[in-house]
């Protein structure tokens, strides 16, 4: 029997994970409806940075230019006691995932601006419909779709659509988990924090760095945000409650405190929060998947939570795009969580740790820890919160860790192809699996019917060629800032299989052929 879809794919929340999910699939063919239940986007400043991962995300969706436009590099990051004393700092080397004249591997946002962008970038794309101020009030699913029942929050019509599946994007509090039965557990600390958004004045003397004021009683979060903004978060007392700060006249004292007056900075608004390490039981329940807060929500320490969200959807939305399509079996969803939760848990981990610093919890055992570097490694060391990603779990071939390749990013200088055109390498691979030789034609190690399983994924084959040696032929790249072939030869590999999401797949040294599922 044939089905009658209204879109592919609905989209509930349309923060930034749903953003992200909703551009993923519309830029990859998808017909996509989004419900936002709000018109507006949320005034205050949640999240505080993204990195070069996220900006390859945006780069693969054709936007980071102009995401780039709205956002500011961020110096470095620094924990600090009130007298002066430098407990840890972590400075943020040029990224190896987008090279062009350094790329900076972090960057300060202002996420209300931001947002708007992104916003922006959904509107020129005709295959996506949002529908604002639309409360999803019901969802029912079968073997074939999902139902979605939604309400204007206006006028009060309600409206059914049917799609094939649906991305629940809705935060913390998410309906659509309450809805499935999905537990989430974990822990909420008890300590309420105010946050406090602020108008920049005048500069003061390093400004630009991300401070942590270590103290037992009263750590503080010093943030540069984009667009001439400033925050500051403090954790309040056991004394203290909400109804002590009932407006900023209230609120001035704390950033007195921090030596700050009228002449540096403008209140521009207020709020509290409680920091929570929570996660789903589990992300996906039949044709609907749960992803970013909905899913899992971390301290914000490691500047990862919002991050974290736009991952999972593009991890979710460049598979489901293919399933869609009919070049990917449906099993491939089921590979979502897996390579997801494993590296949410590092980050939440991270940020506890980072938290543990802050408070002055953390032992001096613990932060060398935090900085310390691995034995018997081949990967130039970066601490945890810089160093380059890695999926620990999911579609790979071979053993993980420090010596492998699997699992890796691949870096992202400047290449060349053989009629001289030099662009990122991203822009030369473009959305597909795709096999690398250094040097070397990758398909000539392949076996013919390794060969067949690639070419069933629409694989392309290129070899790198080093910048003073000529091409062979039209599929090829030059390596003209001698980083691919240079990495390729420090985890001893001649070829790598790469996915879309520019993960290396499989190498030679323990199998080209196709990961299984």
Same mark, same amino acid.
């Given at each position: ?61 054709? %936007? ?85 029942? $939604? ?15 649906? %991305? ?13 039965? %999905? ?42 945000? $984009? ?47 409680? +920091? ?5 039981? $589990? ?30 959807? +593009? ?35 991270? &940020? ?14 613990? %932060? ?34 420090? &010596? ?114």
């Amino acid at each position: 029997m044939t089905q009658r879809y209204d879109n592919d794919v609905a989209v509930i929340g349309y923060g930034p994970t749903g953003l992200v999910g909703a551009l993923t699939l519309a830029t990859k063919g998808a017909d996509v409806v989004a419900f936002e239940r709000d018109k507006d986007i949320y005034t205050r400043a949640r999240a505080v940075t993204v990195n070069d991962w996220t900006m390859r995300i945006f780069q693969d969706l054709g %936007i980071d230019e102009r995401i780039e436009e709205v956002i500011e590099p961020q110096r470095a990051l620094r924990w600090v006691t009130y007298d002066g004393r430098e407990v840890m700092r972590v400075e943020h080397p040029p990224s190896a995932l987008g090279t062009r004249n350094a790329r900076p591997r972090f960057y300060n946002i202002y996420q209300p601006t931001m947002e708007a962008e992104l916003r922006r970038c959904g509107e020129e794309l005709d295959n996506l419909e949002v529908r604002y101020g639309t409360e999803v009030i019901g969802i029912e699913q079968d073997a074939d779709g999902v139902t979605i029942m $939604s309400r204007d929050r206006e006028t009060g019509v309600e409206t059914t659509t049917r799609t094939r599946y649906v %991305i629940a994007a809705d935060g913390g509090s998410s309906s659509v988990r309450k809805a499935l039965g %999905i537990p989430m557990t974990g822990d909420t600390v008890n300590t309420l924090w105010v946050v406090i958004d602020c108008k920049v004045h005048r500069w003061w003397p390093d400004r630009d760095f991300l401070t942590f004021w270590t103290d037992k009683e009263r750590p503080v979060v010093d943030i540069a945000l $984009s667009a001439g903004n400033h925050r500051w978060e403090i954790p309040l007392r056991p004394d203290e409650t909400e109804a002590d700060f009932p407006t900023s006249a209230e609120v001035w004292p704390l950033l007195e405190a921090m030596g700050k007056t009228t002449e540096d900075v403008e209140i521009l608004q207020h709020a509290f929060y409680r +920091h929570h390490v929570r996660a789903a039981e $589990s992300w996906h329940q039949g044709r609907v998947f749960l992803a970013g807060d909905a899913a899992h929500l971390m301290p914000p320490w490691a500047g990862a939570g919002m991050q974290s969200g736009m991952r999972d959807a +593009h991890n979710l939305g460049w598979k489901l795009a293919r399933v869609l399509r009919g070049e990917l079996a449906e099993e491939w969803l089921d590979t979502y969580e897996v390579e997801r939760r494993p590296n949410v848990k590092f980050f939440t981990d991270l &940020a506890v740790g980072l938290g543990r610093v802050i408070k002055q919890e953390a032992s001096p055992e613990e %932060i060398e820890a935090m900085n310390a570097v691995p034995r018997d490694t081949v990967t130039p060391f970066e601490p945890p919160l810089t160093a380059p990603p890695v999926l620990a779990a999911g579609w790979l071939r071979g053993e993980r860790g420090d &010596a492998s390749i699997i699992g890796r990013m691949l870096p992202q200088p400047i290449v060349g192809d053989t009629v001289g055109r030099m662009e990122r390498v991203d822009e030369f691979l473009a959305d597909d699996f795709v096999l690398l030789g250094a040097d070397v034609d990758p398909a000539t190690l392949l076996t013919p019917a390794e060969k067949a399983e690639w070419d069933a994924l629409g694989a392309r084959y290129l070899a790198v060629r080093p910048r003073d040696a000529y091409t062979q032929g039209p599929d090829e790249l030059v390596d003209l800032q001698d980083v691919l072939i240079a990495w390729f030869e420090r985890y001893g590999v001649r070829a790598v299989a790469v996915r879309p999401d520019r993960f290396v797949a499989a190498a030679d040294t323990s199998g080209l052929a196709v990961p299984t599922l």
